[in-house]
Structures are given as C-alpha cells and as structure tokens.
C-alpha cells in the first residue's frame, strides 16, 4: 500500500498563489508517475497534471503556463505550484500515484485539499 499526505491548499484571491505538497510513504517502489486531479462540486474528477519517475510531465489545457508539476524522488514528494488562480480552479485537489502491476495499474489517493479562489 501506498499512503498519500497533501498539504497547501487553502483560500486565495483571484491571480494569487499556492503551493500544494503531496508526501507518498509506505510500499513507494515502483511508483511510475505521481500527479495532481481536481474535483469541482458537480462535476468529475479531472487530472490536472503529472509525472513520471523520469521527469515528464503532462497538464490539462486549462492549466498550462500557470501551473508547474515538480517531483523530488527522494523525499517521494510531488509539488504543485499554481500561479494565476482562477475562480474556475476552486476544487478539491487529490494527490495520485499510480504503479504498474502487470496488466494495468494500481492507483493509489491522498484525502484531498480544497483551494478556493475568490474573484
């Protein structure tokens, strides 16, 4: 098993700032990619971006040139730092990681944290 702890989140005008942090422990070998999903009241779960182990990186349209997914493979912590809030990025934000098992993956998820963006 793979536990998830984010952290970061919280409320934020509109063109603001936050850093989200999300630490993975327990059976870490062999994550692939680690990322960030949003969840808005109402609607589906979304990615927002994410990584491989290698570095590469992939972010949703939307969020492209205001968001920046980092790794530090030996703390086994993904970063997420948006700029340029939106009042459209309010949502609860799930830390992800996901590993290979052979047929698929594994996915694995942190609690959640909510940004807020005021307009």
């Known amino acids: 098993q793979v536990q998830l702890v984010e952290s970061g989140g919280g409320l934020v005008q509109a063109g603001g700032s936050l850093r989200l942090s999300c630490a993975a422990s327990?059976?870490?070998?062999?994550?692939?990619?680690m990322g960030w999903y949003r969840q808005a009241p109402g609607k589906q779960r979304e990615l927002v971006a994410d990584?491989?182990?290698?570095?590469?990186?992939n972010y949703a349209d939307s969020v492209k040139g205001r968001f920046t997914i980092s790794r530090d493979n030996a703390k086994n912590t993904v970063y997420l730092q948006m700029n340029g809030l939106k009042p459209e990025d309010t949502a609860v934000y799930y830390c992800?990681?996901?590993?290979?098992?052979?047929?698929?993956?594994?996915?694995?998820w942190g609690q959640g944290t909510q940004v807020t963006v005021s307009s």
């Open positions: 990584i491989t182990s290698g570095g590469s990186t």
């Open positions: 327990g059976n870490t070998f062999s994550i692939n990619a």
């Open positions: 992800n990681a996901r590993r290979g098992n052979g047929l698929g993956y594994d996915h694995y």
